[in-house]
Each structure stands twice: as structure tokens, then as C-alpha cells.
């Protein structure tokens, strides 16, 4: 019995040691890695696309459309499945490419509006308004394509007077970086208190201009790069448009070599694009305070 006891004891204390490896992870850093993950990334970038009622599992569904309507077409009309799937890959990524490629140019427009609105705020808290009415005014008197989120924030705050809850909801209309920091900078400057918000307003007016200023310099002499890229990745795949106008030169496709020849092709090529996109494009700001 002793024996039993002392194997027993034994085995529960190496458990216990193995379990104490083992550290659970904060249900914070779960619900960052949800908020911060593919879907969150692509439900900003409808949001900042102005896509307005727009869903991610909408616009997926789109995608799924294209790709099976595309493929259709294709194959009824070239005959040869690898070059029907080649094809409605690519129109399947469309919808996706579409929402990024505006959401990117929203972004560069709402770039250079931002100094503007925070010079905005900082007028109207010099000239007395507390920081809701500040924020409010922006929906009348604000950058025109800043206008609607803005006025749904005033009129939030006239039925609930939550500030704090009207700017998260705020932030989750914008869905941009540098909203994240301005609504988080009032959001302090609001609990704390101080008299240093008018300062605090002017050097983040300032920092946005000089980065809208730099982030235009490089974009302007990088675009070529990205341009480039567009065009070798796009040229192969016309040449392909074009032999698929006579059935004698898509037949070799047909066969399991030709896909994979086509299957080789579409990976070098995204590949390709991906590396020199990431070499020639600058780094998108990302949401570290959603």
C-alpha cells in the first residue's frame, strides 16, 4: 500500500510539472489575433473601400460566383478544363483584388484629408466646444468625404451620451490607422484631462503631414516597380487569350502535362508578383489600436 501510494504521489507530481509547461494563453491575446487576422483585415478594407451594406461573406460569395461562372463560360467555350480553371481562378480573386486596389486609393485620398480635420478639432477645442461638439462638427464643417462618420458620431452621442462607446463605434465606421490614433488620443485626453490637448492635436497634425508628404515621394518613384510587375505578370496570361482563339494550339493543354505546365506557370507567376509587389510597395499601416 505504501508503495502504491508513493508511485501514486509521484506520478501526480510529474503530471503536475508537465502541466505547468504547458502556460494558457490570455483570452486577450486570443480576441487580438481574432480582431487583427485575415477576416478582420479584409472586413477594414470594405469598410475603407466605401462599400457601404458590403459583408465579407457577401463579397466572398461574389467571389464564388465569379469563379464558378468564369469557369462555365470558359469551358463550353475552349474546351479545356486547366485553362478554364487558370482563368476562373483569376476572376475568382477578382472581387477581393477590386476592394483592395479602392480601399488602397481611399486611403491615399484620406491621407491628405486627415491634417485637415485634426486642424478642424483643434480650432474648435481652442474656441471653447467640448471635445464631443469638436468631433460632431467634423460632420458639417469637416473634409467631405469625412462627413458621414462624423455626423453618425454626433448623432450617436445625442441619444446615448456615451462618449467612449460613440468613439469605438466611431473607429469601427473608419476603420482606419490614423482614426485609430486620433479617437484614442481624445479618448485619453477625455479621461485624464489636461491642457496639453491642443498641443497633443497640432504635433499629430503635424507628424500626418509629413508622412502623407514622404509616403507620396516614394510611392511616386516605386510606382514603376509595381507597374512592372502588373505587366510580366499579365502578359503571359494574354498570350494564352490569344491561343485559346485556336483549338489546334489549346489542345496540348488537355493532357495531365499541359496542366501541369499551366499549374507551374500560375505558381511562378504569383509568386513572382508577390515578391516584387513587397519589394516596390510601401508597407500599409496596420490597426495596432482597434
Known amino acids: 500500500m505504501t508503495g502504491l501510494l508513493s508511485g ?3 506520478g501526480v507530481g510529474l503530471f503536475l510539472i508537465w502541466w505547468s509547461c504547458w502556460v494558457p494563453r490570455p483570452a486577450a491575446v486570443e480576441v487580438t489575433r481574432a480582431r487583427s487576422g485575415p477576416v478582420a483585415r479584409l472586413r477594414d478594407e470594405v ?18 460566383i465569379a469563379f464558378f461562372l468564369v469557369l462555365a463560360i470558359v469551358w463550353l467555350t475552349v474546351g479545356v478544363a486547366p485553362i478554364a480553371v487558370c482563368f476562373a481562378t483569376m476572376a475568382g480573386g477578382a472581387p477581393v483584388a477590386l476592394v483592395r486596389r479602392r480601399a488602397r486609393r481611399r486611403r491615399a485620398v484620406l491621407r491628405e484629408l486627415w491634417p485637415d480635420a485634426v486642424d478642424n478639432i483643434t480650432s474648435a477645442v481652442r474656441a471653447g466646444m467640448a471635445l464631443p461638439e469638436a468631433l460632431g462638427q467634423l460632420g458639417e464643417r469637416g473634409p467631405e468625404p469625412l462627413r458621414e462618420p462624423f455626423r453618425r458620431f454626433a ?13 469605438d463605434r466611431l473607429k469601427e465606421r473608419l476603420s482606419d490607422p490614423v482614426a485609430d490614433r486620433l479617437v484614442e488620443s481624445l479618448r485619453i485626453a477625455r479621461e485624464v484631462g489636461g491642457s496639453d490637448l491642443g498641443r497633443l492635436l497640432r504635433t ?22 509595381v507597374n512592372a510587375a502588373r505587366l510580366a505578370v499579365a ?30 506557370g500560375a505558381a511562378v507567376t504569383a509568386v513572382a508578383y ?12 496596420r490597426r495596432v489600436l482597434r
Open 274 to 285: 508577390a515578391l516584387m509587389v513587397r519589394i516596390g510597395r510601401l508597407p500599409d499601416e
Open 47 to 64: 469598410v475603407q473601400a466605401g462599400f457601404a451594406g458590403l459583408t465579407v461573406r457577401a463579397l466572398l460569395l461574389a467571389c464564388a
Open 235 to 264: 502578359a503571359p496570361w494574354f498570350v494564352l487569350v490569344m491561343l485559346s482563339t485556336r483549338p489546334e494550339s489549346v489542345a496540348a493543354y488537355a493532357s495531365v502535362t499541359g496542366a501541369v505546365v499551366l499549374a507551374a
Open 204 to 225: 499629430l497634425s503635424g507628424f500626418l503631414r509629413e508622412d502623407a508628404r514622404t509616403r507620396a515621394e516614394l510611392e511616386t518613384r516605386q510606382s514603376w516597380t
Open 8 to 10: 501514486l504521489g509521484v
Open 155 to 167: 448623432d450617436d452621442y445625442r441619444l446615448t451620451g456615451r462618449f467612449s462607446d460613440c468613439l
